[in-house]
């Protein structure tokens, strides 16, 4: 199933953001135009005026059964999380509550090998004894630059491990 790239969102969310909220009709109309343009075959929509949703809006099928797609259907968000998450992480940069330079360790609560794996997506305890985790800052992490792969039962022994070392170091030094 394809998926209304990024921009489309990004443009729905900023013009949200800075102009009245949407007619039903308007979104109606913005979303068959988007899922035309990138040949989507589901796409939800979520106004949030003033920190409310104030509409949701859902137009096609979800699946290759052609079964509709719905308010409430849960949808892996993968790198559509990315833009709102770079924007809290400038946010808390603006607030001077992070440091992009600093490692993510001066954060945690416990160092990250000592997480359990509640959700089978990273298998951080795979880290124990691999100190180099400690040199990720929420700088490196947003770009896709900490050296992990995507999923960790990707690799032959499905734990976690860092790759590319020295891409690290350059990061680090920026």
């Given at each position: 199933?394809?998926?209304?790239?990024?921009?489309?969102?990004?443009?729905?969310?900023?013009?949200?953001?800075?102009a009245a909220v949407p007619t039903k009709a308007t979104l109606d109309t913005e979303a068959a135009r988007a899922m035309q343009a990138t040949?989507?075959?589901?796409?939800?929509?979520?106004?949030?005026?003033?920190?409310?949703?104030?509409?949701?809006?859902?137009?096609?099928?979800?699946?290759?059964?052609?079964?509709?797609?719905?308010?409430?259907?849960?949808?892996?968000?993968?790198?559509?999380?990315?833009?709102?998450?770079?924007?809290?992480?400038?946010?808390?940069?603006?607030?001077?509550?992070?440091?992009?330079?600093?490692?993510?360790?001066?954060?945690?609560?416990?160092?990250?090998?000592?997480?359990?794996?509640?959700?089978?997506?990273?298998?951080?305890?795979?880290?124990?004894?691999?100190?180099?985790?400690?040199?990720?800052?929420?700088?490196?992490?947003?770009?896709?630059?900490?050296?992990?792969?995507?999923?960790?039962?990707?690799?032959?022994?499905?734990?976690?491990?860092?790759?590319?070392?020295?891409?690290?170091?350059?990061?680090?030094?920026?």
């Amino acid at each position: 199933m394809a998926a209304a790239p990024p921009g489309v969102i990004a443009l729905l969310c900023l013009q949200a953001a800075h102009a009245a909220v949407p007619t039903k009709a308007t979104l109606d109309t913005e979303a068959a135009r988007a899922m035309q343009a990138t040949q989507a075959k589901g796409l939800a929509i979520a106004v949030i005026d003033e920190g409310k949703v104030v509409r949701v809006r859902s137009y096609g099928v979800r699946n290759a059964a052609g079964d509709p797609l719905r308010t409430d259907t849960i949808m892996y968000g993968a790198s559509l999380t990315k833009a709102v998450f770079a924007y809290t992480v400038m946010q808390r940069v603006e607030e001077k509550k992070l440091d992009l330079d600093k490692s993510i360790g001066d954060y945690l609560v416990k160092p990250l090998p000592e997480y359990a794996d509640k959700d089978a997506y990273a298998h951080w305890p795979s880290l124990a004894g691999d100190e180099r985790w400690r040199a990720m800052t929420p700088h490196i992490l947003p770009a896709h630059s900490a050296g992990f792969a995507n999923f960790y039962f990707v690799e032959p022994d499905e734990k976690l491990h860092l790759h590319r070392e020295r891409s690290l170091e350059i990061l680090r030094h920026q």
